[in-house]
């Protein structure tokens, strides 16, 4: 299974792509998001992205935001 991220800045899409797996920080700690996952929309906090693609994990500085 897969899911599709998109991470947006003011200025440009910076992500658009399909991943495995991803890892953020929220207000009320990490959390991981799996597809098929229940919605929910949370605050980011300032934190590291952690995406999974296959069996390699990449990461993202983030600033804040929504998700």
């Known amino acids: 299974m897969i899911l599709s991220l998109c991470v947006l800045t003011p200025n440009r899409i910076v ?3 399909e991943v495995k797996e991803i890892i953020l920080s929220t207000n009320s ?3 991981g998001i799996l597809p098929n996952h229940a919605p929910i929309a949370t605050a980011v906090d300032i934190g590291i992205l952690r995406i999974r693609l ?3 994990w990449l990461t993202m500085a983030l600033m804040g935001g929504f998700a």
């Open 29 to 31: 700690g990490q959390i």
């Open 54 to 56: 296959n069996d390699q």
């Open 15 to 17: 992500w658009d792509s």
